[in-house]
């Protein structure tokens, strides 16, 4: 099997799996913290990594998208236990690799903590401490890379600050690093042109403009430690032409658009999006409308548009990667 960096040197795209918090609210797991199944349903997680590796997936992301201590914490867990349940979900996740037969690269994920960061509120009376932030995901990260995943996936980043740390902390293991933020539509009132930035109003061109400055990193540049750039779920609350593959497209093109103005052109770049924007049922459950025949359709645009690694994140299912391995099958 190839070096994951080395698999990144082959021209052919990569399917990544799809949203996993999402399968196991589908088989009836509702848990204060996702990360907690690592303990407590560990043959579930590895089925769910097994159906989208059998679905087609190159690249399944490990179990830990809230395993931060300061979520445990947040849902009255014990933050001593992250790097357990970090190491328990490399495992099943290995697991399931090896159950398939298959070479499958197994990614490190690591999530936003859950709030605004010192960064970004202006200090901590509303926000995290930088430094708890970086202690954080200290644990996850050096975890995850002890017990022995292939790359990180730094994902759901709303704060490019955050975003910053975490690779800080990520490059000191040597392993790959994808960043992936998730954004919303607004539109510039005098150009009437439509940027996508995050929650913090950050645009693409912010996170390369941050991971370039050094603030997070003792002035080194952090750009030349990221080998894939790209964006996940999707925060758009009201216009559905701004979610699901539709966001990811118009995402991608102004990522690669900001990576061309700053002379950037050696990433990969990467999309897994919502299946579209979350809904309730009559029930009052959440379900996602964007069926595995809608979405799939897109994939000749996006990877157009220079998408390389494509998944889905929340509300999408094996279903969907299957239908996006199809359609990848096809344009090969």
């Known amino acids: 099997m ?3 960096l080395d698999r990144l040197k082959d021209s ?13 609210f ?21 089925d769910i990594h097994s159906a989208y590796i059998e679905a087609g997936a190159d690249a399944i992301g490990t179990n830990t998208f809230v395993a931060s201590p300061l979520h445990l914490d947040m849902a009255g867990k014990d933050a ?7 190491r328990q979900a490399v495992v099943h996740a290995k697991e399931a690799v090896e159950r398939s037969g298959r070479d499958v690269y197994i990614a490190g994920s690591v999530g936003p903590s859950p709030g605004a ?51 800080d902390v990520a490059r000191n293991t040597g392993l790959p690093i994808a960043v992936n933020m998730t954004y919303k539509y607004t539109r510039d009132r005098r150009t009437k042109e439509v940027i996508y930035k995050t929650d913090w109003g950050h645009s693409a061109a912010s996170l390369l403009e941050i991971l370039a400055e050094g603030e997070f990193s003792n002035g080194d540049s952090l750009v030349d430690d990221v080998q894939i750039l790209g964006l996940n779920c999707g925060a758009e609350s ?36 919502n299946a579209g924007m979350a809904r309730l049922d009559e029930n009052l459950q959440t379900y996602w409308p964007q069926a595995p025949e809608e979405m799939s359709p897109y994939l000749p645009e996006l990877i157009q ?24 099958s096809q344009i090969e």
């Open 80 to 86: 001593a236990e992250a790097e357990k349940l970090a």
């Open 117 to 167: 960061i010192e960064a970004d509120s202006g200090g901590v009376d509303f926000g995290i401490a930088n430094e708890a932030v970086r202690d954080a995901h200290e644990r996850i990260v050096n975890a995850l890379a002890e017990e022995g995943v292939d790359f990180f996936c730094i994902e759901t980043m709303f704060s490019a600050k955050e975003a910053a740390i975490a690779v």
């Open 305 to 328: 548009e220079g998408a390389y690694l494509i998944g889905g994140c929340c509300g999408t299912s094996p279903v969907h990667v299957k239908a996006f391995r199809e359609t990848l």
């Open 238 to 273: 009201r216009r559905e032409e701004h979610t699901g593959m539709p966001y990811a497209i118009s995402g991608i093109q102004q990522l690669r658009e900001a990576m061309e103005e700053k002379g950037i052109n050696s990433k990969r770049l990467m999309a897994y999006p």
């Open 12 to 24: 052919t795209p990569m399917i990544y799996d799809g949203g996993f918090g999402s399968q196991l």
């Open 2 to 4: 190839k070096t994951f």
């Open 26 to 46: 589908t088989v009836g797991i509702v848990l204060t913290n996702s990360a907690l199944a690592n303990e407590l349903h560990p043959e579930t997680v590895i």
